[in-house]
């Protein structure tokens, strides 16, 4: 694969979720059951384990159809 052109689809596909970002987050991404959260006193832990498995797929479909 060109690396040049793997770059160039990458700073595309960033920039492209920098500008959606507003709406991304109304949809509730990283906030979804089955994200786990964890709060004990000042300290957080926050694992998005549903939200990961929807990105993935997600980014496999994409990168499916662009490979046909």
């Given at each position: 694969m060109n690396l040049p052109?793997?770059?160039i689809g990458l700073g595309i596909f960033f920039l492209a979720v920098g500008l959606l970002w507003p709406w991304l987050?109304?949809?509730g991404l990283g906030r979804l059951?089955?994200?786990i959260?964890?709060?004990r006193g000042n300290m957080r832990?926050?694992?998005p384990l549903?939200?990961?498995i929807i990105?993935?797929?997600l980014l496999s479909l994409l990168f499916w159809l662009l490979r046909k």
């Open positions: 052109r793997l770059f987050l109304k949809l059951p089955g994200d959260i964890i709060e832990f926050y694992f549903t939200t990961s990105v993935s797929l």
